[in-house]
């Protein structure tokens, strides 16, 4: 199973980007990045996921490295209510669907 | 639209009752995930099921432990009989087929074994 390494914490003040690194040095080629995300006391939330190109939804943007090697998740204007741990996951594909195996993701914490 | 629907919120029971945990996955999604969190470990993937029939229960810790789902709408986790160290926020997730599909979780159980 591929390794992600973020870091442990980050903050960021309301209004900017946030911008959080995955290093995920051993993808294979077939691999998908997923990101999710955990608000306290709630589950785990789809953020977005991509393979090798740059992905954008309402929430966020992936930038995925050329190599595939590491990506960066972008929340272009953070608010208050993006303070959770974020996950950086590659998934392992099983039979009809994949397995999420989650690190300890990092803690961002957006300040007023 | 509603999500996963997990029951209970909580629970709070002595060892060596049985627990039962209960999942309502999305309408229409084929694939059935439970997983627990705990400080120590995080989050772990314990069993998967897909259109009704288990997957992969490599997670399960041990015969404790148990997991049903008889039909599409409707799924349980059992331990029986619990212990202190089952104390964890225990999550379902569903996804629809495919492996490009993402999973979407409920908001959990908080059990506490005492």
Redesign the interface.
Known sequence: DAKTTQPTSMDCAEGRAANLPCNHSTISGNEYVYWYRQIHSQGPQYIIHGLKNNETNEMASLIITEDRKSSTLILPHATLRDTAVYYCIVRVVMDSSYKLIFGSGTRLLVRP | DAG?IQSPRHEVTEMGQEVTLRCKPISGH??LFWYRQTMMR????LI?F??NVP??DSGMPEDRFSAKMPNASFSTLKIQPSEPRDSAVY?C?S?P????????????TRLSIL
Not at chain 2, 42 to 45: H, K, S
Not at chain 2, 97 to 108: I, M
């Open positions: 996963v084929n694939s995080g989050l772990e993937l998967y897909n259109n997957i992969d999550f997730a996804s087929d495919g492996h490009n599909q993402p999973q979407h979780f409920g908001d959990g």
